[in-house]
């Protein structure tokens, strides 16, 4: 075989293998490192460099052969530099070239020189210079041929190719991650805006401080118990928080009636889960069905609950979860005409009404929850911090609790076999 098609061979091989190094899903320096030591490689080269043009400034090595740690102080490019790179054919780069309109290479020919480099070469990608390709030291002692310049040419472009991806890459990785914190922070906003809208819900009924945030944690409680993702979870929080929102539409002496409030006045007050809807519908929330819990909070499984009348199989999910945790605390708070009830009553004005007010999958995911506490099967015990110190203490309370669940459990157990 003549020696210069076996060099062609040669030289078609390193391109494949460069091209393979590039598309690599590798280390990206190792990437740079392997594609100048075929380059070296495939010219029979002692030394060289391969440096990135990061903005005007100093150049920045990507891999380095053959030469000092020190070789690239004092190396700097400007943008004019960087533009004369853009044209002119390989003699132009070749550093012993004294008549080069290079000013990068007149400027810095001593110090190329006294390190043995013999050709600049730029990487240019989308016509733009992102970088440098130092070559120097041929073993042979020979000068370039213009195949050489050929194979280094195809080489150059290749490398350019593979560090211009890596960066785009660098920049959507950086974009991403800004995006996912703005997004974090977006959302803590969010949530931070309808906690200081429970707050002002709260406040106009003097009676039941607090009773948003309360329905807010009781809400993702349950969820949680019932086996919600952390999202699902998250959003049912804010539905807890913003179910009553529509009271903010009803008249503040309605809200605080001390006690029985007659028909007319009951009809109004009883317009909040559907002016809650309204408020909450144009809205952009970040959860799915924020509107519709609060709408339907005050539904009940036998249909005879507001606004809309609906019945079991009809009611979002959240919607009942909801509806329980704020009857739970409407049960478990002081009102001005009334202590709050045992958590014995409690129990079983849960019992008698699961199936027809309230839902008993539900109810079952809360007395769950709270067992947990009860029996120190959960660290934090954040219903009972909520109930304060005597409410959910004694014997009583896990008994209570185990037998609630036991009968709330076995007709779905029933109804599952059957
Ligand atoms: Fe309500």
Redesign the pocket.
């Known amino acids: 075989m003549e020696p210069s098609t076996q060099k062609l061979i040669h030289t078609f091989g390193a391109l494949a293998d460069l091209g393979q190094e590039i598309a690599g899903t590798g280390d990206f320096s190792e990437m740079v490192r392997t594609s100048m030591h075929l380059l070296l490689g495939t010219l029979a080269l002692r030394r060289g460099a391969v440096v990135e043009c990061v903005d005007a400034g100093p150049l920045r090595c990507a891999a380095i052969w053959g030469l000092g740690d020190q070789f690239l102080s004092g190396f700097e490019i400007d943008e004019a530099e960087k533009k004369v790179f853009l044209k002119g054919d390989t003699a132009e780069f070749l550093v012993r070239n004294t008549k080069t309109s290079n000013i990068f290479i007149n400027r810095h020919r001593d110090q190329l020189v006294h390190e043995g480099i013999e050709l600049v070469l730029p990487m240019i990608v989308r016509s733009e210079v992102t970088g440098l390709v130092l070559l120097g030291g041929k073993a042979s002692g020979e000068e370039f041929s213009s195949e050489d310049f050929d194979t280094i040419r195809a080489m150059v472009r290749h490398i350019g190719v593979g560090i211009h991806t890596h960066r785009l890459l660098e920049q959507i990785a950086q974009r991403a991650e800004e995006n996912k914190r703005l997004y974090v922070e977006l959302r803590a906003i969010y949530r931070d805006t309808v906690r200081a809208f429970a707050a002002a819900i709260d406040i106009k009924d003097k009676y039941t401080q607090g009773h948003s945030e309360r329905v807010g944690k009781y809400s993702e409680i349950i969820a949680r118990e019932m086996g919600w993702s952390e999202e699902e979870v998250e959003g049912i929080q804010i539905a807890g928080y913003l179910?009553?929102i529509g009271k903010l539409i009803v008249d503040r002496d309605i809200i605080n009636a001390p006690y029985n409030i007659d028909a007319k006045s009951s009809s109004e007050l009883n317009r909040?889960?559907a002016a809650g809807y309204e408020i909450l519908a144009p809205i952009r929330h970040p959860y799915a069905d924020i509107p519709l819990m609060a709408r339907h909070?005050?539904e009940r499984l036998d249909g005879r609950g507001y606004p809309d009348g609906l019945k079991d199989e009809q009611i979002p999910i959240g919607a009942k979860i909801v509806s329980l945790a704020?009857s739970f605390d409407a049960m478990t708070t002081d009102r001005p005409y009334r202590r709050r009830r045992s958590f014995e009553d409690v129990v079983r004005d849960l019992r008698e009404n699961s199936g027809t007010q309230f839902d008993g999958k539900v109810v079952a995911a809360f007395a769950r929850a709270i067992l947990k506490e009860v029996t120190g099967q959960t660290r934090e015990r954040r219903i009972a911090k909520i109930l304060g110190k005597g409410y959910l203490e004694g014997e009583h309370v896990a008994t209570l609790l185990q037998d609630l669940i036991a009968d709330l459990e076995l007709p779905q157990k029933a109804q599952k076999a059957s």
């Open positions: 179910h009553d909040h889960p909070h005050h704020d």
